[in-house]
């Protein structure tokens, strides 16, 4: 049996890839190598992947488009497959606002072509990620899985909140066990260079102004990565039951929303100062407005995937950003 993990060259998917191969799994992964942000990151987490000693047998890998239907059926054609954690997407708030077929493809079409794959294959359990983007401006923190999010800022947001809707259907009309997972703003090592502990690492090491919005009033629930991981894992392991029982997010069909944060809301001058420490330097700070899309403040109510796998983040900050900082320096040496 393996495992099928979409966004395989991403972030968090090679990270999860990992630790899916440590623990004995045989891993698909599955990854357009798209240049949103440089490709030969990309190539270099696939790399660190297959340095593993179990990659060599047990770490398949295809190049492709997912929201190419007839291409992902083909790569999956001769595997025997139990479980899918579908992390591939189009990312970033911003990068919405510019081109936004990008996601329509990517988020709602991929989406639906893992859906269908789950479904002929009658998978046990389809992890796949949404994102913390989809509670908005929401002024009431910290955000629970049980809040309205029917009032998206981004329509990076917007496809978030539409694959948990299709996802619920799924769940409802075939009874495919799911798990939505929302993300809340996660960094460390291998991270994306299109993300503020990047972005600031980067210009305070070379002495460039580092762009500040909202005049640096804003809050962020940071997750390191391990935490991220953690938690995807413990999610994968124990799927919803389909028992007419209410799940986290309101469901009463197979599935479940969790949120995975650090559980803090951290402040943005805050955070800078840690990356000032580590880098040993201070920032020179370039104050802007808020931007849109974007939002002041991001916090995770956590006690539903603590209730239910025993979740619990481990790393705050204050060992997160040095760990990001010494693998930036060795990665750019």
């Known amino acids: 049996m393996a495992i099928v993990v979409t966004g395989a060259a991403g972030f968090i998917g090679a990270h999860v890839c990992r630790h899916l191969l440590a623990r004995g799994e045989r891993v698909v992964g599955v990854d357009s190598l798209d240049a949103y942000y440089p ?9 660190w992947i297959r340095e593993l000693p179990e990659a060599a047998d047990a770490f398949a890998f295809h190049q492709l488009d997912f929201a190419d239907e007839a291409a992902l059926e083909a790569a999956l054609a001769g595997e025997v497959i139990d479980r899918i954690v579908h992390l591939g997407a189009q990312a970033g708030v911003r990068y919405s606002l510019e081109n936004p077929r990008a996601y329509v493809r990517s988020n709602l079409v991929g989406h639906v072509n893992l859906l269908e794959v789950g479904r002929a294959l009658k998978v046990r359990h389809l992890v796949y990620a949404s ?29 978030k909140r539409s694959d948990e809707l299709m996802s619920e259907t799924y769940a409802h009309l075939y009874r495919l066990p799911q798990t939505g997972l929302r993300f809340f703003t996660v960094y460390g090592p291998w991270g994306r260079p299109d993300m503020a502990p990047w972005l600031f690492t980067a210009a305070i090491l070379k002495g460039e102004p580092i762009r500040v ?22 999610a994968l392991d124990h799927p919803p039951a389909d028992d007419g029982a209410e799940k986290a997010g309101g469901s009463r069909a197979p599935h479940r929303l969790y949120n995975i944060g650090n559980n803090r809301a951290e402040e943005l001058g805050d955070f800078i100062a840690m990356i000032e420490r580590a880098c040993g330097r201070e920032a020179i700070k370039d104050y802007r407005p808020m931007q849109p899309g974007d939002v002041p403040a991001t916090y995770a109510d956590i006690s539903a995937i603590q209730r239910d796998t025993g979740y619990a983040p481990t790393t705050p900050i204050a060992v997160g950003i040095p760990r990001f900082v010494d693998w930036y320096r060795t990665y750019t040496a």
């Open 131 to 159: 994102s913390s983007s989809v509670y908005g401006a929401n002024a009431s923190l910290p955000f629970r899985v049980e809040d309205r999010v029917d009032n998206p800022v981004s329509l990076y947001a917007a496809t």
């Open 213 to 234: 919005f909202n005049e640096g009033k804003m809050r962020r629930d940071f997750t390191y990565i391990d935490d991220i991981v953690a938690g995807i894992v413990a």
């Open 39 to 47: 490709v030969r990151l990309k190539h270099d987490r696939l790399a």
